[in-house]
């Protein structure tokens, strides 16, 4: 059974940081493409960030330079770091793979406010 379970969200005020885990299972986790979109109120669903199993690495525009993909195959988990983090970075955080089909984590919350 594939799970993909996030962790790491929270409330942070502008100009912080979190660390968003991704801990997968179920599925051989070194052969898919990893990624975090997000999910704000009113809005469509964005891409913030993905890995692809060779460790080659794609952003969003609204967080280039700000957040950082990451992988652990041997955890089975991939991260993001984010840094310096804005208001308009308030979201759900979901993790998802991909390879011949796309799996999906329930997301975690992030909220930024001061």
């Known amino acids: 059974q594939v799970q993909l379970v996030e962790s790491g969200g929270g409330l942070v005020q502008p100009g912080g940081s979190l660390r968003l885990s991704c801990a997968a299972s179920?599925?051989?986790?070194?052969?898919?493409?990893m990624g975090w979109y997000r999910q704000a109120p009113g809005k469509q669903r964005e891409l913030v960030a993905s890995i692809a199993r060779g460790g080659s690495t794609n952003y969003a525009d609204s967080i280039m330079g700000r957040f950082t993909i990451s992988r652990d195959n041997a955890k089975s988990t991939v991260y993001l770091q984010m840094n310096n983090l804005r208001p308009e970075d308030t979201a759900v955080y979901l993790c998802y793979a991909e390879r011949l089909a796309v799996y999906w984590g329930l997301g975690t919350q992030v909220t930024v406010s001061s």
């Open positions: 179920g599925f051989i986790f070194s052969t898919y493409t």
